[in-house]
């Protein structure tokens, strides 16, 4: 609908504005468009064991690592998501 699609459309124009390193941008999009190798995809495609998929922080014993996890959840990620979270306010 056309509402989400302007609102798609006015996260990337502050990506933009926000002058981020191409490397950044890059991860960001990849991010945005569940497209980064983590745990739980590598399992999923028979790469990883389970055991292996899991977050490596020490605080996430047996927690497997999605993009939820490792972007937002995972305490070691916590201080950056936030600040994430605030520059889209």
Known sequence: DAA????VRGVWQRMRRA???REVF???YRVMHASLYV???MHH???LEIEEACCSNPGCEGV???LSHAFLTCPA???AAEWVCR???
């Open 19 to 21: 002058d981020l390193p």
């Open 77 to 79: 990620v916590a201080p």
């Open 87 to 89: 520059f889209f306010e």
């Open 64 to 66: 497997l690592e999605d």
């Open 26 to 28: 890059g991860t960001v």
């Open 4 to 7: 989400a699609r302007a609102a």
């Open 39 to 41: 745990g739980a995809f």
């Open 45 to 47: 495609t028979g790469q």
